[in-house]
C-alpha cells in the first residue's frame, strides 16, 4: 500500500479510492496534526537556546549537546514547513476539482431537467398558439373600440345647426346682463358748478370779434 493509499485509508488494488471530500477532510487533518508539531518544535528550539546560553561559560560540554539538538528541531521544523505547502497545494487543488466536479454535475442535472420539460413541446405547435393568442388580443381590442365608441340610437343631429343655436342663446344671454346692469339705477350725473366761469382773455375775445367781421363780409360778398 502506498504512503497516501495508508494517509487516505484505500484499501489496495481493488479497493475503491476516496472520495473527493474524504480526502480533503484527511489532509486538513494532517495540517493540523504537523501545525501543533510546528508549535512543539519552535518550544524545543526555544528551550534548548535557553539552554546554550546558560551554559556557554560554565558548561561548555552540555552548550554544545545543546546546540545541537537545537539544530536538529531547526532542520525537522524546516521540513515541516516544506510538508505543509505541499499539502496545502494538493488540498487547495483537491478543492477545486470537487467544485468543478460539483459544478458540472449541477450543469448535466440542468441540462436533464432541461430536455425533460422541452420532450412534450412542439415549435409548430407554439408558433400556432402564440398565432392564436394574437389574434384573439386582437378581437378583444376590436371589440373594446366598438364598446367605447358613442351611439346616438338613430338621433342624427346637425353639429352647425346646434352651434347656430349655442350662439344664439350666448347672444340673448349677454343681452339680457346688459340691460339688468344699465336698469338696476340711475346713474348720477356730475353737478353744476356754482361758481361763475372764468372770463374769456382780452385778446381771445378781440380775436372771436374779428373773425365775426370776416365772416360778416364774406357773407355780403358772396350776396
Known sequence: MSVFGKLFGGGGKGGKGP??????????????????????????????????KKNGTKNKRAALQALKRKKRYEKQLAQIDGTLSTIEFQREALENANTNTEVLKNMGLAAKAMKTAHENMDIDKVDDLMQDITEQQELA??????????IGFGEDYDEDELLAELEELEQEELDKNLLEIGGTEDVPLPSVPSNPLPKKPVAQKKREEED????????????
Open 141 to 150: 381590442n376590436e371589440i373594446s373600440d366598438a364598446i367605447s365608441k358613442p
Open 19 to 52: 472520495s473527493p471530500q474524504e480526502a480533503i477532510q484527511k489532509l486538513r487533518e494532517t495540517e493540523e496534526m504537523l501545525t501543533k508539531k510546528q508549535e512543539y518544535l519552535e518550544q524545543k528550539i526555544d528551550a534548548e537556546l535557553l539552554t546554550a
Open 212 to 223: 365775426e367781421d370776416d365772416m360778416e363780409e364774406l357773407k355780403a360778398w358772396a350776396m
